[in-house]
């Protein structure tokens, strides 16, 4: 028997070749399509979680305006509305300025100093 003489019944390199092709470029395809799939089930879980947490950081804002209008209120009973709110406005800007300062402070420094 000649060994390179195809048996009957099996099928020739070129067809085996052929076959091998198209299954690896439908392994491609379905890999493809497990990624996109997972991408998409990743953008819907983050894009939930963002507007979480925008509801949760507006609510936060409102919980905070509702203080410092208390504040103002409170104060006003003691100095005048003039006087609290400036007090009040002032004491706020200032902290703002310093987790600004603070802010860029750490913009600015060296990592691991």
């Given at each position: 028997m000649d060994l390179r003489e195809p048996v009957i019944g099996e099928p020739s390199i070129p067809h085996l070749v052929a076959r091998l092709t198209h299954d690896a470029r439908d392994v491609a395809r379905a890999e493809i399509a497990l990624?996109?799939?997972?991408?998409?089930?990743?953008?819907t879980r983050y894009k939930k979680a963002a507007?979480?947490?925008a509801v949760a950081g507006v609510l936060a804002l409102a919980a905070?305006?509702?203080?410092?209008v208390g504040?103002?209120?409170?104060?006003?009973?003691?100095?005048g509305p003039g006087l609290a709110t400036a007090a009040v406005v002032g004491t706020v800007l200032l902290v703002a300025l310093v987790l600004g300062l603070?802010?860029?402070s750490r913009l600015n420094a060296r990592p691991g100093a």
């Open positions: 990624a996109k799939a997972k991408a998409g089930a990743a953008a507007v979480l947490f905070l305006i509702t203080l410092l504040l103002v209120l409170t104060l006003a009973t003691l100095i603070a802010g860029r």
